[in-house]
């Protein structure tokens, strides 16, 4: 297929009418042929040949595969950049075969996300466009579709580790409770205004703590060995006020918690 | 020969395997050298049909220095698809002494060499219409047809002459077999002890169940039961997805205001309005054909239509019914 109709096969209407050919193609990225993923379900009969690893994957698999020629670009950024093969034509139009590489450096370049220096081999055309973008973080986050058929497999991993952590700083910043005061004047943290035994009273401690005074009580009341783990699955997500009523039900004492 | 080898011997190519095998025999003494060549376990000969002579035939010999001899098998060597024959050909053998016969004094004897069974012919014996007899020996043997054999006490196929298939060459009979004090008569063997009442009812118990023959202890389960995956099998087994973008979830934010503000119920005050304009414009129409088209589209026209139909079905019904009146009538008349 003419690479510049590939678009136009697709059924994507292009931006202008007339084909590009300045554009990159990334060929050797999107051409890949990937394995069938096969979705499996609870109480689905275990095929033979599956092997269950030992741990589960800790990256989301990159949508493009892994190259399977120069490999060298599976663990960098190289930008879509692979080894080119042609002639050398001398004068007398002699022709001998030679390749011509990507100019790769080694580079430690900073995360704001990550808090670090991150050390990457990358080619000089990528590191031209991280500055461009204004840092690793930007080039690594945006989401152009022929962004993410540079990265590869190792900008895939990196992009996923700076919007986890992008994600975990955004979470940190959200406090799950209002400094208010006291009687005394003192600043107390309240996590939830709620009633118990009837009376309207503030909680000063958050949901582990709470389900830490609840779990010796749920433990001694159920039959067989309440692990905590399986106490604390399905109340991870339950609103307080169910927690509270629960608390109830066993009659915690909660003076040591709770505001009134 | 080490342990690396003779553990896949049977995974080896032909060569190898003779060579090794080779290998072994030179390192042996001669009494335990394995006469002729190894043949594997799965292609040496276990049925008659195989064999084609068995303990007791009558042979002549086709090639050697007993070629055209006739003589009798001795018995079988399975390990080499040989047969050894009385008047086979022998070659001296040290024995080492503890291997000796009972009555052996010295360390050589005469062991015989052993026959392919494809280097002699059975031989039967024929009767004339005179009485007398006559051997022939069969090129070769064919075999069509079974029968129970007493004496071997298993199915036998029936020998016959290749091209002469009505010549039957009998199995020769085999030495009867000696009872010991272990063994079971016949009688015992074949007695019934269990008969089935019913076939529609187990003699078992209700609730006799059992879930497995296997070890109940085992510690693997064992790898032809089929398994299930489970929820941590699934955990395991499934990647992280990738989170959203800044941009990507500002887009988001984006469409779900855009959805939110686009009005998808109308008001009764547009739609007063937008039914004022309409009905307007209908008021002022004079072409009759429009009038009709638009009597055509509106709730009413269905309801008129139905209703006329039904009245031409009523009148159509009352004209069958009076056709029919006149009818008896006529008939009656012509009838008086």
Known sequence: ????????????????????????????????????????????????????????????????????????????????????????????????????????????????????????????????????EGGLDNYLTKDKRARIKELGPFGWRLRYDVLKAQERAKKANVKNYEVLSDIEGNEIKVFFKGTYNGEPVSLVVGRRKLLQKLYPVVKLHTPGNLRFAAFNNRRKSAPFDELLKELEHYKVDLSDVIVK | ???????????????????????????????????????????????????KVLEGDRVMFVKGPNKGKIGKVLGLQPFTNSIYTDIAETEPLAVPRQLWQEDQNEYLIDYPKTVSPDDVRVVATLVREDGTEYDIAAEDV????????????????????????????????????????????????EERSHVENSILQFEQPADFTIQSLRDPIMKRP????????????????????????????????????????????????????????????????????????????????????????????????????????????????SAQ
């Open chain 1, 1 to 132: 297929m003419i690479l510049a109709l590939r678009d136009v096969v697709r059924g994507v209407r292009a931006f202008s009418s007339t084909t590009s050919t300045m554009g990159r193609n990334y060929r050797h990225v999107v051409d890949r042929q990937l394995k069938k993923k096969v979705e499996y379900k609870v109480g689905d009969l275990k095929p033979r040949s599956l092997r269950i690893p030992a741990e589960a994957p800790k990256y989301p698999p990159y949508p493009y595969g892994e190259s399977r020629i120069f490999k060298r670009s599976n663990r960098g950024l190289f930008g879509g950049q692979f080894i080119v093969f042609g002639n050398k034509v001398s004068e007398h139009k002699n022709r001998a075969r030679r390749t011509w590489l990507p100019n790769v450096v080694n580079k430690k370049l900073w995360s704001e996300s990550l808090n670090k220096m991150v050390p990457l081999k990358l080619t000089a055309r990528v590191l031209r466009t991280i500055t461009k």
């Open chain 2, 1 to 51: 020969m080490s342990k690396r080898y003779t553990g896949v011997l049977e995974r080896l190519p032909q060569h190898f395997r003779d060579f090794f095998m080779r290998r072994a025999d030179q390192s042996q003494i001669p009494a335990f050298r394995s006469q002729g060549k190894y043949i594997p376990e799965e292609k040496r000969y276990t049925r008659p049909e195989q064999w």
């Open chain 2, 142 to 189: 064919i075999f069509k047809g079974k029968y129970f054999d007493e004496d071997y006490k298993k199915m036998m196929p029936i020998r016959r002459v290749k091209y002469h298939e009505h010549i039957i060459i009998p199995w020769p009979r085999p030495d009867p077999a000696e009872d010991c004090v272990f063994s079971t008569p016949p009688e015992v063997a």
């Open chain 2, 222 to 333: 064992y790898k032809w039961d089929k398994q299930v995956l489970k929820k941590g099998d699934i955990t395991k087994l499934t990647a992280p997805g990738i989170p959203y973008s800044e941009t990507k979830k500002a887009m988001f934010e984006e469409r779900r205001q855009i959805r939110e503000s686009q009005i998808t119920e109308m008001s009764a005050e547009v739609m007063e309005f937008i039914g004022s304009r309409v009905a307007e414009h209908l008021n002022n129409v004079t072409d009759p054909n429009f009038k009709q088209y638009v009597d055509k589209v509106s709730g009413q026209y269905r309801k008129q239509k139905l209703a006329r139909r039904e009245k031409e079905k009523q009148l159509l019904d009352l004209q069958i019914k009076e056709a029919e009146k006149r009818n008896k009538r006529v008939t009656r008349a």
